[in-house]
Nanobody, 125 residues
Framework: QLQLVESGGGLVQPGGSLRLSCVASGFAFDYYAMAWFRQAPGKEREGVSCISSRGGTTEYADSVKGRFTISRDNAKNTVYLQMNSLKPEDAAVYYC??????????????????WGQGTQVTVFS
């Protein structure tokens, strides 16, 4: 019964902020690397950020570097994506993903095994 449930999406003005959350259940969360992906209508899925199982390694897409921050709270089985200075091009469905990648590794180019249902982020001008 492995589940990933995203929340925190919504409607925001350019320059605004949102914090996405992904709550995991049904697996050993603290052994899994976590990642955020996004997909806008008509576009390819894009890896946004990832974090290793213990939080020591993070990676960001160039398009969000300096604006987004990924973090995790293993005691709460939750991974977060803090999104600041949002731009219209950030609008997409954001997905949480998980995979077993050891203690120190993650990559936004990895093909993750487990996925959540997504949460919609809309940025209007």
């Amino acid at each position: 019964q492995l589940q990933l449930v995203e929340s925190g999406g919504g409607l925001v003005q350019p320059g605004g902020s949102l914090r996405l959350s992904c709550v995991a259940s049904g697996f050993a969360f603290d052994y899994y690397a976590m990642a955020w992906f996004r997909q806008a209508p008509g576009k390819e899925r894009e890896g946004v950020s990832c974090i290793s199982s213990r939080g020591g390694t993070t990676e960001y897409a160039d398009s969000v570097k300096g604006r987004f921050t990924i973090s995790r709270d293993n005691a709460k089985n939750t991974v977060y994506l803090q999104m600041n200075s949002l731009k219209p091009e950030d609008a997409a469905v954001y997905y949480c993903a998980a995979d077993y990648l050891g203690d120190y590794y993650c990559s936004v180019q990895h093909e993750y095994e487990h996925w959540g249902q997504g949460t919609q982020v809309t940025v209007f001008s």
